[in-house]
């Protein structure tokens, strides 16, 4: 069985400053997919960024990127130049290739608070 | 693309009745779609499986007979609280797969549910 682990359930960050949410999770598999969610106030999910383990490049959206060491089972999510509209709860979560019927084991989530 | 909905987006009802929720996917072909509940700042609990033309597969602890799924067409799953009572109220959130095993799921944005 698959976990994740978000050790972070509170983290705050000043406007146009960086933070990196962490994220580490256990797994047998060698072929997956890791996400970050982002759940704003209004509760919508919203993909942030996807991994695929077999790729070593760390994937890059805009002024999100991860740092994603297979190894450690690491997939930290680093915010640049946070603006107010980050603010939100953010879930990591992994997905097994082709096992566990695509199921999405989810983090317990990051609440995120960018301060003006 | 990619966008699933889900109706109602939120739904007041009297303990002891049944309550219907839809979630589609709008502009591509969901062979699963997944069905979660979440409560207050928790993260989401995978309630059950749902493939179009089968039974749905139900996580452990979750009552089959309290919470119906139905995965009618490609495009439509449903889920109906049977009876529902005060213990039922929560935000219940539907997301949808486009390829068993591979995709990424796709949110739809959520019903509360509050039966009084």
């Known amino acids: 069985a698959q976990t994740v682990t978000q050790s972070q359930p509170e983290m705050s960050v000043q406007e146009a400053e960086t933070v990196t949410l962490s994220c580490t999770y256990d797994t047998s598999e060698s072929n997956y997919y890791l996400f970050w969610y982002k759940q704003p106030p209004s509760r919508q999910m919203i993909l942030v960024i996807r991994q695929e383990a077999y790729k070593q490049q760390n994937a890059t959206e805009n002024r999100f990127s991860v740092n994603f060491q297979k190894a450690a089972k690491s997939f930290s999510l680093k915010i640049s130049d946070s603006q107010l509209g980050d603010t939100a709860m953010y879930f990591c979560a992994f997905i097994a290739y082709n096992t566990n019927a695509g199921k999405s084991t989810f983090g317990d989530g990051t609440t995120l608070t960018v301060k003006p | 693309g990619a966008v699933v909905s889900q109706h109602p987006s939120r739904v007041i009802c009297k303990s002891g009745t049944s309550v219907k929720i839809e979630c589609r996917s709008l502009?591509?072909?969901?062979?699963?779609m997944f069905w979660y509940r979440q409560f207050p700042k928790k993260s989401l609990m995978l309630m059950a499986t749902s493939n179009e033309g089968s039974k749905a597969t139900y996580e452990q602890g979750v009552e089959k007979d309290k919470f119906l799924i139905n995965h009618a067409s490609l495009t439509l799953s449903t889920l109906t609280v049977t009876s529902a009572h005060p213990e039922d109220s929560s935000f219940y959130i539907c997301?949808?797969?486009?390829?068993?095993?591979?995709?990424?799921?796709?949110f739809g944005p959520g019903t509360r549910l509050l039966v009084l």
């Open positions: 502009d591509f072909q969901a062979t699963t």
């Open positions: 997301s949808a797969q486009a390829e068993l095993y591979q995709e990424t799921q796709y």
